[in-house]
């Protein structure tokens, strides 16, 4: 089997650049497969080799190669402070030279074209270097079409616009590098949030230990204002603890003894002893940096359309060009000399930078953001599905309500007590993880009531749960379950229908002769969560749902406070399926909110499945196309908010970048499109799509 190793990579400035690199490391020999994720400027490849050879394939745009393991360091240096872009400063002077001697002797003074000659020189020694490297292969990069123009404004005797071209394309180089990084920090600060290092206890003292090398097990001690560098329980004290780092909430929550911490957490008042729970690769914060990242890696239908027109795009702005440089002077007689130069500067504007990195640049800083605001989308298919969502669907129990269930009444039936009613609902629910199973096991711990224990637990998918106590078989769930039980009574049913008239979800406790007992449990609705349905409306959402497999009048009761226009009630899992194809087929886009477990196959089929609460939850993480890292449900307009901003940035990112193009191209017909025009328009709108881009790193809601 060959070796698979990752790295991360600085450097790495543009998708054309992203996509030679990855060539040149497939040229090499003892390579197998190679996968670049461009957005977050990562590479795994399969095969043995070196960081040097990578480094070398890399040397046309001094892309720097890490091992995964290393940290990354940010750079903060502002671009005209980087040593790599100091020869464009030195063309800029050069070229200031040049007009001065152009201005004071003549255009062809030996002076004016030496000091042009020299801007073109050094400002574009990489240029032509790469350039003319691919014009020997046939590749026809935006390098290439540059040296191309650059030789036939030469050649032409125009060295002034020649120059300038040079210091404008390295400029816009070093400005979409410089941009493109700023928009990768949000990765990178994720990356930086937990410690490398930790205080372990080992032979009964207190050591400073790598995270790599801690283990499942090990205790470590959090000092008061100190980050958390692991997953863990606490063993002994108390403290309060920001969670912003995970969830996005920046209001500290108080945890003790038996409560889970994560790792870049940050402790911020008392001593914390903790018992680590997973390894360094497996924490919550580092499985949300991988998902993030492979989020970046997928590229969106927009963007995939993008790099499908750009393959057909260049040799059509190729074939344009040599059209124009010599049809005119061919059958029209016109100056060789004027339209040569028209068709270089068609060459020039013609280059696709802009427009093959409108949607990439926008799709990494839109999830950058969301990811620091804890909403991990992972990817930005499901950005873009987000931002065209028309009917949303949610779930109740822990969606719309708090999820925390309290039992509300316990009837005993049958002559039997409160206490053995509550004894054997608890002894078969204490294996269950349904919300209402831990209403009923909190019941019983308060009461301090006798513990039986339970065996044959057996799941009734979406109904109840059924097992065996003292070799006495028992059912408990919901009253659907007990219909043709032969002590389901009219007077059973009356009680059952006061119980739910008050608001209450109704448990019934059964054995194979009779009805035992019905538990009254009652959910509250989140705060806030009218507010909430409020705000979808107001950002284009035409429709909410409740889906629930409670009854009618408890449905009605919760759908209608949280102000939901459409509730479905006693809905079972397959129930809550078809609901979602038939709102598809209504209105298109749906999403479906949940808690990415019971509602696994409602979340698999919405056009975006949206989990709650998805911090420490494998499940959410891998189930829901976006997971909302705290268990908040106002993080759910932010995002469809970010995602609607996002969309409109592509749009108008793709408008700009083909408006300047078009507009510089129509000044062909005229004849007036000059190097200079054309160099503008293409740096232009490169710069114009980056910073609009960066536009969502601050987008709030």
Same mark, same amino acid.
């Given at each position: ?109 030996i002076l004016t074209i030496s000091s042009f000659l020299v801007a073109i020189i050094v400002g574009g020694s990489i240029l032509f270097k790469e350039g003319s490297k691919n014009l020997v292969h046939l590749d026809f990069d935006m390098k290439t079409l540059m040296t191309i123009a650059i030789i036939g404004a030469v050649l032409i005797g125009k060295w002034a616009e020649g120059a300038v071209v040079v210091f404008l394309f390295a400029l816009s180089e070093a400005l979409e590098g410089y941009s493109m990084e700023k928009a990768r920090r949000s990765i990178t600060s994720l990356i930086n949030i937990a410690p490398s290092k930790a205080l372990i206890k080992r032979n009964g003292e207190f050591v400073s230990v790598l995270v790599n090398d801690i283990t499942i097990g090990d205790i470590m001690l959090v000092k008061p204002g100190n980050k958390i560098a692991m997953d863990g329980q606490i063993v002994n004290g108390g403290s309060t603890i920001n969670q912003s780092s995970i969830t996005g909430e920046s209001i500290p929550i108080y945890k003790t003894v038996g409560d889970e911490v994560f790792a870049g957490t940050l402790n911020e008042e008392g001593s914390l002893e903790v018992r680590v729970t997973k390894y360094a690769d497996d924490t919550t914060i580092a499985k949300i940096i991988h ?5 970046? /890696? ?18 059509? +702005? ?19 000399? $004027? ?10 504007? *013609? ?27 992972? %990817? ?6 987000? %931002? ?26 049958? &002559?039997?007590?409160?206490?053995? #009613? ?14 209402? /199973? ?10 301090? #009531? ?9 799941? +009734? ?28 009574? $009219? ?11 008050? %608001? ?45 497999? &409670? ?28 609901? +979602? ?11 479906? +909110? ?7 196959? /409602? ?12 911090? *420490? ?14 268990? &908040? ?44 025009? /054309?160099?503008?328009? $293409? ?19």
């Amino acid at each position: 089997m060959s070796e698979e190793n990752t790295y991360r990579l600085q450097g790495l400035s543009c998708t054309n650049c992203a996509a030679k690199f990855e060539k040149n490391i497939q040229q090499i020999s003892t390579v197998k497969e190679v996968e670049l994720n461009f957005g977050a400027s990562k590479l795994k490849v399969k095969g043995q080799v070196t960081v040097e050879q990578l480094e070398e394939a890399g040397a046309f745009d001094s892309i720097k190669v890490y091992e995964e393991s290393v940290r990354p360091t940010e750079d903060s240096t502002p671009f005209w402070k980087k040593s790599t872009n100091l020869p464009t400063f030195i063309a800029l002077f050069f070229i200031i030279i040049g007009y001065t001697f152009l201005f004071q002797l003549d255009e062809q003074h030996i002076l004016t074209i030496s000091s042009f000659l020299v801007a073109i020189i050094v400002g574009g020694s990489i240029l032509f270097k790469e350039g003319s490297k691919n014009l020997v292969h046939l590749d026809f990069d935006m390098k290439t079409l540059m040296t191309i123009a650059i030789i036939g404004a030469v050649l032409i005797g125009k060295w002034a616009e020649g120059a300038v071209v040079v210091f404008l394309f390295a400029l816009s180089e070093a400005l979409e590098g410089y941009s493109m990084e700023k928009a990768r920090r949000s990765i990178t600060s994720l990356i930086n949030i937990a410690p490398s290092k930790a205080l372990i206890k080992r032979n009964g003292e207190f050591v400073s230990v790598l995270v790599n090398d801690i283990t499942i097990g090990d205790i470590m001690l959090v000092k008061p204002g100190n980050k958390i560098a692991m997953d863990g329980q606490i063993v002994n004290g108390g403290s309060t603890i920001n969670q912003s780092s995970i969830t996005g909430e920046s209001i500290p929550i108080y945890k003790t003894v038996g409560d889970e911490v994560f790792a870049g957490t940050l402790n911020e008042e008392g001593s914390l002893e903790v018992r680590v729970t997973k390894y360094a690769d497996d924490t919550t914060i580092a499985k949300i940096i991988h998902l993030v990242e492979e989020a970046q /890696a997928e590229k969106a239908p927009t963007q995939k359309f993008i790099d499908r027109f750009a393959n057909f795009y260049t040799p059509a +702005i190729m074939l344009i060009s040599l059209l124009v440089a010599i049809i005119p002077p061919l059958l029209f007689e016109a100056s060789w000399s $004027d339209w040569v130069y028209q068709g270089l500067a068609v060459l020039v504007v *013609g280059c696709p930078c802009a427009l093959v990195i409108s949607t990439p640049v926008a799709i990494v800083t839109a999830i950058g953001n969301a990811a620091r605001n804890g909403v991990l989308i992972k %990817g930005g298919i499901h950005l873009e599905e987000t %931002g065209r969502l028309k009917v949303v669907a949610f779930d109740k129990t822990g969606t719309l309500t708090k999820g925390t269930p309290k039992v509300t009444s316990i009837i005993p039936m049958a &002559d039997h007590s409160e206490e053995k #009613v509550l004894s054997i609902a608890a002894s078969i629910e204490h294996f269950s993880q349904h919300p209402l /199973a831990s209403a009923i096991t909190n019941a019983f711990k308060k009461k301090g #009531v006798k513990k039986i224990t339970a065996e044959n637990f057996h799941s +009734i998918t979406g109904k109840g749960v059924t097992a065996a106590i003292d070799k006495t078989n028992y059912k408990i769930g919901s009253p659907s379950l007990f219909e043709d039980h032969p002590s389901f009574s $009219d007077n059973l049913l009356e009680k059952i229908k006061h119980l739910q008239s008050g %608001g209450n979800t109704v448990v019934l406790l059964a054995s194979e002769k009779e009805i035992i007992g019905l538990f009254g449990i009652a959910d509250q609705i989140r705060e806030g969560t009218q507010s909430i349905i409020k705000q979808l409306y107001r950002i284009g959402i035409k429709q909410t749902v409740m889906l629930t497999g &409670d009854n009618q009048l408890i449905g009605n009761s919760i759908g209608k406070s949280a102000g939901i226009t459409n509730i479905k009630t006693d809905l079972m899992p397959a129930d809550k399926l078809n609901a +979602i194809h038939e709102l598809q087929q209504q209105h298109g886009h749906v999403a479906m +909110i949940g808690d990415g477990v019971n509602d696994a196959p /409602a979340l698999a089929t919405a056009t975006v499945g949206i989990a709650m609460g998805g911090a *420490g939850t494998d499940t959410a993480l891998e189930t829901a196309d976006i997971a909302l890292m705290g268990d &908040d449900l106002k993080k759910l307009p932010y995002t469809i908010d970010l995602s609607c901003k996002t969309l409109k940035i592509i749009k108008q990112n793709i408008g700009l970048a083909f408006g300047l193009k078009l507009a510089a191209l129509a000044l062909t017909i005229p004849g007036l499109l000059t190097l200079w025009i /054309a160099i503008i328009a $293409d740096m232009g709108a490169t710069l114009i799509v980056v910073l609009n881009s960066l536009r969502l790193i601050r987008s709030r809601f």
